[in-house]
């Protein structure tokens, strides 16, 4: 193939539900479709991508470094979501700007090999682990080489961290995720829209916000933050993903989570609920009528054991639903959609729970929209980000084009398109080779760097209290 392309030629695309063939796309200047032909044979030059084509994944939610934890946090009966963030602190106190920019690098390699050709980091990380900041917002913008690096569209969000629980000071292994009250958080987002704008193509790399949670937000920085922050940014926060974190808002607020929130006024069409697992019918009338994304994990939340969130009732109630792929447990988008479907069949009891061309939706255009990004995909003024499928291996043989979504997997994604540019093909990044070779030396390096001797990230087992929100 060639690597470059102002046209880019489907053999067979899945546009709306529907199988078209022979749709050549011209691709501007910046990776935007300026015009789509149905029907049509490749010209010369022509980037050809076979098989099925679908429009690129955008996660809507990650956490990079917690890709250190996937297959290393599971200890038996004593194992829940608390002992698990013990260990989640721990790789979080080994990380260095350096350390982080490589291990970023290739846990972004794995999503582009795997479809995502956008992401949305819930980045609070910021600081020394003493709490004293590095200079030049250093761990951001290591973050956003990373992505450039990666080829990813990545949408930065900030995230504000202020307490280590309801009326609970931050903790020490907490000390480096804080800042000076609100006020100084939406000073620092200020200062770092302004670094990364100086150094990175907006369409490459920009800054969004994000509300750690209730939790680590008080409930009085809250108005302080609706009043302050930009209304243009995109606001992603984590909502009642534990019954821990709802009993404990209860306690301190009179309210769930969802309910302080539009007690503030921070419940709008920008923000993005992520998790919001564990909701009241009034939550999700609220996040629903105020037409707010929720960004649904399916396979992080079926690893740490939070239950299953009523997607469908969202749905129905006006929300829309993305998808994100959280700590990494897999990077597969095709696994989250197909695991979305499968937690509302297993709740309810009912196959269709959402088509596939809405599942569809849900990685692509919705986790795009949470960005506040273009969605990808075959219509003139999309971007020009494409994932090719393989519609004849072990896993996809036989299937209806249409239904890919419940059939294939990462592994049958042949092709992933950035801005009409080839970036991965195979699993391998065309432009830093194997995914799991980089994440091999970046872990290593990492656990070398964390560890006392003959300790790993393997041993990161602390104890908790039990329901410590």
């Not at 194992?79 to 982080?100: C, I, K, N, V």
Request: glycine share 10%.
């Amino acid at each position: 193939m060639n690597p470059r392309a102002r046209g880019v030629w489907c053999e067979r695309v899945v546009r709306d539900g529907q199988v078209e063939s022979g749709v050549r796309l011209t691709v501007d200047s910046a990776g935007v479709v300026a015009a789509v032909e149905t029907g049509a044979a490749p010209r010369p030059g022509d980037l050809l991508l076979h098989g099925v084509v679908f429009p690129a994944a955008s996660n809507a939610h990650s956490h990079a470094f917690h890709r250190v934890l996937r297959g290393r946090t599971h200890v038996g009966g004593a194992d829940s979501f608390w002992t698990w963030r013990q260990a989640m602190y721990q790789a979080a106190g080994a990380l260095t700007p350096e350390l982080y920019e490589e291990l970023a690098t290739a846990v972004f390699a794995e999503m582009v090999a795997a479809g995502y050709t956008s992401v949305a980091e819930f980045h609070y990380v910021h600081h020394r682990q003493d709490g004293t900041p590095y200079p030049g917002h250093a761990m951001e913008l290591a973050l956003g080489r990373a992505a450039q690096a990666a080829g990813i569209r990545l949408t930065l969000l900030d995230t504000c961290y202020l307490a280590g629980g309801f009326g609970e000071p931050l903790n020490p292994e907490q000390l480096r995720f804080g800042d000076a009250g609100p006020e100084g958080w939406l000073r620092r987002l200020a200062a770092l829209r302004t670094a990364v704008e100086a150094e990175f193509d907006p369409a490459e790399v920009s800054v969004g916000a994000a509300l750690h949670s209730v939790r680590a937000v008080p409930a009085d920085a809250l108005p302080v933050i609706a009043a302050g922050l930009d209304p243009d940014l995109p606001l992603h926060i984590h909502l009642s993903e534990q019954p821990a974190e709802n009993q404990a808002c209860l306690a301190a607020a009179g309210l769930t989570p969802a309910q302080l929130l539009h007690r503030h006024g921070l419940l709008s069409p920008r923000l993005s609920a992520v998790h919001a697992t564990h909701l009241t019918d009034t939550d999700i009338e609220l996040l629903g009528g105020a037409g707010a994304t929720v960004v649904m994990c399916p396979s992080t939340e079926a690893d740490l054991a939070d239950g299953i969130g009523p997607a469908a009732a969202l749905a129905a109630a006006g929300a829309r639903i993305a998808l994100g792929s959280d700590q990494h447990a897999v990077l597969d988008p095709w696994l989250e959609m197909r695991a979305l479907e499968h937690g509302e069949r297993l709740s309810s009891g009912v196959r269709g729970r959402f088509t596939p061309a809405a599942l569809h939706t849900a990685v692509s255009d919705a986790g795009a929209a949470a960005q506040g990004r273009r969605a990808p995909g075959f219509a003139v003024g999309s971007l020009c980000d494409l994932m090719a499928v393989d519609p004849a291996s072990a896993r996809t043989a036989g299937s209806d084009p249409a239904q890919l979504a419940l059939a294939a997997t990462a592994q049958d994604v042949t092709a992933v398109v950035v801005g009409g540019t080839l970036t991965a093909e195979h699993g391998r990044h065309l432009r830093l080779g194997d995914p799991g070779l980089l994440l091999a030396n970046a872990i290593r390096t990492l656990d070398e760097a964390a560890s006392a001797p003959g300790e790993t990230f393997k041993s990161m087992h602390g104890t908790a209290a039990k329901g410590q929100p």
